[in-house]
T-cell receptor
Framework: GQNIDQPTEMTATEGAIVQINCTYQ??????LFWYQQHAGEAPTFLSY??LDGLEEKGRFSSFLSRSKGYSYLLLKELQMKDSASYLC????????????WGAGTKLIIKP | EAGVVQSPRYKIIEKKQPVAFWCNPI?????LYWYLQNLGQGPELLIR????????DSQLPKDRFSAERLKGVDSTLKIQPAELGDSAVYLC??????????????FGPGTRLTVL
C-alpha cells in the first residue's frame, strides 16, 4: 500500500537547526515535495527532489535517498515565522501521477 | 501574478443542506485539483481536471459530491446533501503542465466547511 510517515510534532528553538524526516513506501516514485502550511492557510511549495542528494534553497534544504525511501527537510537559523506544519508528498506515476501526502509535521518554534 | 482564488472562505450549514465551493486557478494552468483536508492530516484528492475533462475522480463520493469545470478555467464543487462528516477544509490547487512528471501544485486558501 501507499504510506508516508512523518513525526507528528517537533519543537525547536529560535536560531537553531531542525531536521524533519519523511519515509515513504509507494508503488512508484516520480519526485518528492515539501510544502509548508501555516495554521488556517493553504500549503505553499517549498522544494522538489527527484534525484538523490541535497537541494539547498536559502535557509531550507531538502535531501532525498530513493534507495532508502527517505527524505528530510532541514531548516536553519530558525525564526518564529517558521512555526507551521510541514507536509511531505510523493508523486506516484503508478497512481496517475497523483501526490500521496503525509499527515504533516507540526513544528513549534520557541524563543 | 494572482494565485488560486477560492470562495467562500468559510461556510456553516446544517446537515442535509446543499453547499457549493468555487475555484479560479492561476491563469494558464490547465490542471485543477480539488482536495479535502481534515485537521492534522494531509490533503486527500477528490478530483483532478485536465482542462474541462475529469481525468481522476475515483475518490470523489459520487452519491453526494459533484464537480464541474465547464470552460476549462474555473470550477465548482458541490455537496448535496451535506453530512456532519463533511466538515473539513476544501482546497483547490492548480498546476501548469498537465499533472505529469514536472508539475508543481499551487494551492488556494481553502474553504472551511462546518456542518451542524
Amino acid at each position: 500500500g501507499q504510506n508516508i510517515d512523518q513525526p507528528t510534532e517537533m519543537t525547536a528553538t529560535e536560531g537553531a537547526i531542525v531536521q524533519i524526516n519523511c519515509t515513504y513506501q509507494t508503488s512508484g516514485f516520480n519526485g518528492l515535495f515539501w510544502y509548508q502550511q501555516h495554521a488556517g492557510e493553504a500549503p505553499t511549495f517549498l522544494s522538489y527532489n527527484v534525484l538523490d542528494g541535497l537541494e539547498e534553497k536559502g535557509r531550507f534544504s531538502s535531501f532525498l535517498s530513493r534507495s532508502k525511501g527517505y527524505s528530510y527537510l532541514l531548516l536553519k537559523e530558525l525564526q518564529m515565522k517558521d512555526s507551521a506544519s510541514y507536509l511531505c508528498a510523493v508523486r506516484d506515476p503508478d497512481s496517475n501521477y497523483q501526490l500521496i501526502w503525509g499527515a504533516g509535521t507540526k513544528l513549534i518554534i520557541k524563543p | 501574478e494572482a494565485g488560486v482564488v477560492q470562495s467562500p472562505r468559510y461556510k456553516i450549514i446544517e446537515k442535509k443542506q446543499p453547499v457549493a465551493f468555487w475555484c479560479n486557478p492561476i491563469s494558464g494552468h490547465n490542471t485543477l485539483y480539488w482536495y479535502l483536508q481534515n485537521l492534522g492530516q494531509g490533503p486527500e484528492l477528490l478530483i483532478r481536471y485536465e482542462n474541462e475533462e475529469a481525468v481522476d475522480d475515483s475518490q470523489l463520493p459520487k452519491d453526494r459530491f459533484s464537480a464541474e469545470r465547464l470552460k476549462g478555467v474555473d470550477s465548482t464543487l458541490k455537496i448535496q446533501p451535506a453530512e456532519l462528516g463533511d466538515s473539513a477544509v476544501y482546497l483547490c490547487a492548480s498546476s501548469p503542465h498537465g499533472g505529469g512528471s514536472t508539475d508543481t501544485q499551487y494551492f488556494g486558501p481553502g474553504t472551511r466547511l462546518t456542518v451542524l
